[in-house]
Protein backbone atom coordinates (compact mmCIF):
# COMPACT_ATOMS: atom_id res chain seq x y z
CA UNK A 1 0.00 0.00 0.00
CA UNK A 2 2.99 2.29 0.84
CA UNK A 3 4.54 1.71 -2.54
CA UNK A 4 1.22 2.36 -4.48
CA UNK A 5 1.25 6.34 -2.54
CA UNK A 6 4.93 6.72 -2.82
CA UNK A 7 4.54 5.64 -6.79
CA UNK A 8 1.11 7.80 -7.16
CA UNK A 9 3.33 10.99 -5.65
CA UNK A 10 6.00 9.99 -7.75
CA UNK A 11 4.09 9.86 -10.99
CA UNK A 12 2.40 13.39 -10.34
CA UNK A 13 5.63 14.95 -9.59
CA UNK A 14 7.42 13.21 -12.59
CA UNK A 15 4.31 12.54 -15.21
CA UNK A 16 1.09 13.77 -15.15
CA UNK A 17 0.06 10.41 -16.66
CA UNK A 18 -0.65 7.32 -14.06
CA UNK A 19 -1.19 3.48 -15.11
CA UNK A 20 -4.69 2.11 -13.98
CA UNK A 21 -3.74 0.71 -10.61
CA UNK A 22 -2.19 4.66 -9.91
CA UNK A 23 -5.27 6.06 -10.95
CA UNK A 24 -7.57 3.73 -9.35
CA UNK A 25 -5.67 4.50 -6.10
CA UNK A 26 -6.15 8.46 -6.64
CA UNK A 27 -9.61 8.19 -6.82
CA UNK A 28 -9.58 6.15 -4.28
CA UNK A 29 -11.12 2.95 -6.23
CA UNK A 30 -10.66 -0.40 -6.84
CA UNK A 31 -8.40 -0.97 -10.48
CA UNK A 32 -11.33 -3.16 -11.49
CA UNK A 33 -13.67 -0.86 -10.84
CA UNK A 34 -11.68 2.22 -12.57
CA UNK A 35 -11.24 -0.97 -15.43
CA UNK A 36 -14.97 -1.45 -15.54
CA UNK A 37 -16.21 2.12 -15.87
CA UNK A 38 -13.62 2.39 -18.77
CA UNK A 39 -15.47 -0.41 -20.50
CA UNK A 40 -18.80 1.30 -19.76
CA UNK A 41 -17.42 4.63 -20.56
CA UNK A 42 -18.73 5.63 -17.88
CA UNK A 43 -15.28 6.81 -16.12
CA UNK A 44 -12.48 9.13 -16.75
CA UNK A 45 -10.98 10.31 -19.77
CA UNK A 46 -7.99 8.01 -20.59
CA UNK A 47 -5.28 7.85 -23.28
CA UNK A 48 -3.72 4.52 -24.72
CA UNK A 49 -0.15 4.42 -25.64
CA UNK A 50 0.98 1.86 -27.40
CA UNK A 51 -1.06 -0.99 -25.54
CA UNK A 52 -0.76 0.88 -22.33
CA UNK A 53 -3.99 2.46 -20.89
CA UNK A 54 -2.71 6.22 -19.07
CA UNK A 55 -4.64 8.40 -16.83
CA UNK A 56 -4.17 12.61 -17.25
CA UNK A 57 -4.40 13.78 -13.64
CA UNK A 58 -6.32 16.86 -14.71
CA UNK A 59 -8.80 14.33 -16.37
CA UNK A 60 -9.11 12.37 -13.08
CA UNK A 61 -9.54 15.73 -11.03
CA UNK A 62 -12.55 16.65 -13.69
CA UNK A 63 -14.16 13.51 -13.70
CA UNK A 64 -14.20 13.07 -10.09
CA UNK A 65 -15.56 16.76 -9.74
CA UNK A 66 -18.82 15.66 -11.92
CA UNK A 67 -19.41 12.29 -10.64
CA UNK A 68 -19.87 14.22 -7.03
CA UNK A 69 -22.02 16.79 -8.48
CA UNK A 70 -24.23 13.79 -9.79
CA UNK A 71 -24.64 11.79 -6.39
CA UNK A 72 -28.49 11.92 -5.67
CA UNK A 73 -29.33 13.71 -2.87
CA UNK A 74 -30.55 11.95 0.29
CA UNK A 75 -33.02 12.74 2.20
Known sequence: MEDDINRAQR??????????EQAAFYLGLSPRTLQQLRSSAEGPRFRRHCRFVRYHIDDLDSWSRDVR???PARG
Open 11 to 20: AKKGSPFLNT
Open 69 to 71: GME
